[in-house]
């Protein structure tokens, strides 16, 4: 049967190395190759209401799954998001890609798999793969953009407060590929600055797309994502 899960936080066998931008530090974990090494790296890409663990811990245990493929898996908070003490901000997100792909020019390929609205950094150029999980629609996220309820802040007039509980599964859609756990929104909040710079991006991207809608609480859904994943990279990467 599906159920839902309640997922314990897996063992963590990755380490981080420290990045910077704007002279401020971002952790970039790593997870080893646990087989011989391909000389290659994939980076996860959180959503908007996530961290680098992911939901349920879904990216977390996707890393271990690819490491164990012998790839060198790495994770980040974007900048806003999870621990990290940066400015909630799509340029800054675009520079954190930037400078992990410096860092990582040493591999011979590095792979991105994003989720939700970070698939709007994956790399044009980029020397690998790209896959985007339940991606952002242009013409989901445009038509529901300026229809959300959202609440007035007289404190913080800078503040896009959206009021909780989707009202129809339209509008689920538009939370999910934001990569936003609906039920999570009544303590949800971005910068109306942030809202403006989405509404400016260029919603383009080359690669594999996985059309998932919904946040994986079932385990068969989780285990079909999971699995769609291995297949790519073990057909693809050899």
């Not at 190759?33 to 811990?57: D, F």
């Not at 340029?91 to 020019?105: A, C, H, P, T």
């Not at 080359?206 to 994502?225: A, C, D, T, Y």
Request: glycine share 6%; net charge negative; charged share 25%.
């Amino acid at each position: 049967k599906n159920r839902k899960i309640s997922r314990q936080a897996p063992y963590d066998s990755s380490h981080s190395f420290g990045i910077s931008l704007h002279e401020i530090p971002f952790p970039l974990l790593e997870h080893h190759p646990q087989t011989i090494s391909k000389k290659e790296a994939c980076v996860i890409l959180h959503g908007l209401g996530e961290n680098r663990c992911g939901i349920h811990y879904l990216h977390r245990e996707l890393a271990d799954r690819l490491a164990h493929l012998g790839f060198s898996v790495f994770r980040l908070d974007l900048a806003g998001c999870g621990d990290s003490s940066m400015e909630l901000s799509l340029d800054n997100w675009k520079k954190q890609i930037e400078n992990i792909l410096d860092f990582l020019s040493s591999f011979e390929q590095i792979h991105f798999i994003s989720r939700g609205v970070s698939s709007i950094l994956l790399p044009q150029n980029n020397r690998g793969k790209t896959i985007a999980i339940a991606p952002i629609d242009p013409s989901v996220f445009f038509f529901h953009i300026d229809q959300i309820a959202v609440e007035e802040s007289n404190e913080n007039p800078s503040l896009w407060i959206p009021k909780p509980l989707p009202t129809s599964e339209q509008e689920e859609l538009f939370w999910t590929q934001l990569g936003v756990e609906s039920s999570c929104l009544g303590g949800f909040f971005v910068s109306r600055a942030f809202i403006a710079e989405l509404k400016k991006a260029i919603f383009e991207w080359k690669g594999i797309q996985i059309k998932k809608n919904s946040l994986f609480l079932l385990e068969k859904e989780r285990k079909e994502l999971l699995g769609e994943i291995d297949a790519f990279f073990i057909v693809t990467g050899k």
